[in-house]
Structures are given as C-alpha cells and as structure tokens.
Nanobody
Framework: QVQLVESGGGLVQPGGSLRLSCAAS????????MGWYRQAPGNQRELVAT???????NYADSVKDRFTIFRNNAMDTVYLQMNSLKPEDTAVYYC?????????WGKGTLVTVSS
C-alpha cells in the first residue's frame, strides 16, 4: 500500500504562483508513476500532470507552459509548480500514485485563485 499526503494549497491572486507537494510512504518502490489531478465544484476530476519513474511527463493542454511536475530521485515526493495561475485553476488538487494494477489517492489540497 501507498499513503499520499498533499500540501501547499492556499489562496493566491491571479497571475501568482504556488507549489504543491505530495509525499508518498509505504511501498514507494512499486510506484510506476505519480500525478496530479484536480476537481472544481460541479466538475469531474481531471488530469493535470503526470510523471513516470523514468521522468516522462504529460500535461493537460490547459496547464502546459504554466505548470511543471517534477519528482525526487526516490520517487517518494512529487511536486507541482504552478505559475501564472488563473481563476479557472481553482480546484481541489489530488495526488495520485500508480502501481501495477492499483491506484492510490491523497485527500486533496484546495487551491483558490482569486483577487
């Protein structure tokens, strides 16, 4: 099993930046990929960005060139650097870890972009 704990959410003005962190514990050696998803009120959960153990990244079109996902070498911490934030980025951001045949989720951290 893997436990995920997110941190770094908060209130930021449009155009500002935030960095989210996700710390994984447990069977981290089995993690194939980690990622960030988000869910805004009334919307379905959607992909933001993912990164594999080998370092391959994938981004939603809506965040390309503004957000960057990166991880430490041990693959037990993943970060999401968010720049040029927009009000439409407001959502609960969830960390995800993919293991063979299983997905794990954190409880989420709220990001609010508002003036």
């Amino acid at each position: 099993q893997v436990q995920l704990v997110e941190s770094g959410g908060g209130l930021v003005q449009p155009g500002g930046s935030l960095r989210l962190s996700c710390a994984a514990s447990g069977s981290v050696y089995s993690i194939d990929a980690m990622g960030w998803y988000r869910q805004a009120p009334g919307n379905q959960r959607e992909l933001v960005a993912t990164i594999t153990r080998g370092g391959k990244t994938n981004y939603a079109d809506s965040v390309k060139d503004r957000f960057t996902i990166f991880r430490n070498n041990a693959m037990d911490t993943v970060y999401l650097q968010m720049n040029s934030l927009k009000p439409e980025d407001t959502a609960v951001y969830y960390c995800n870890a993919q293991l063979p045949g299983m997905d794990y989720w954190g409880k989420g951290t709220l990001v609010t972009v508002s003036s």
